[in-house]
Nanobody, 125 residues
Framework: VERLVESGGGLVQPGGSLTLSCVAS????????MAWFRQAPGKQREGVAA??????YYHDSVKGRFTISQDSAKNTVNLQMNSLKPEDTATYYC????????????????????WGQGTQVTVSS
């Protein structure tokens, strides 16, 4: 059974850092597209970062602050988040698909097959 489990969320002050982790099971992790999405209350879900075949995607709002990486030996994809801002507050979801990620007009589409349950990130003083 394919499964994604996120961890690492929490409360952090503006300017702080957090690392989210997503452990994948039930599929060949290293050959799949992996991504992080987020959804804030009252807002649409948006793609934050994606990793596929050595290429990466970042939403404009997180470029230079967030880094997506994977540890194939541990079947884990991480999202290192630095210089966090209050507007980064959201539930963050890990997603996976065997197909390449679809980016249209600079926006990562959420056409991913598998999703985690989400982890809450709150940036507040």
């Amino acid at each position: 059974v394919e499964r994604l489990v996120e961890s690492g969320g929490g409360l952090v002050q503006p300017g702080g850092s957090l690392t989210l982790s997503c452990v994948a099971s039930g599929f060949t992790f290293s050959s799949w597209a992996m991504a992080w999405f987020r959804q804030a209350p009252g807002k649409q879900r948006e793609g934050v970062a994606a990793l596929y075949g050595g290429s990466t995607y970042y939403h404009d709002s997180v470029k230079g602050r967030f880094t997506i990486s994977q540890d194939s030996a541990k079947n884990t994809v991480n999202l290192q988040m630095n210089s966090l801002k209050p507007e980064d507050t959201a539930t963050y979801y890990c997603a996976a698909d065997s197909r390449p990620p679809l980016v249209e007009r600079g926006v990562l589409r959420d056409a991913f097959l598998y999703w985690g349950q989400g982890t809450q990130v709150t940036v507040s003083s």
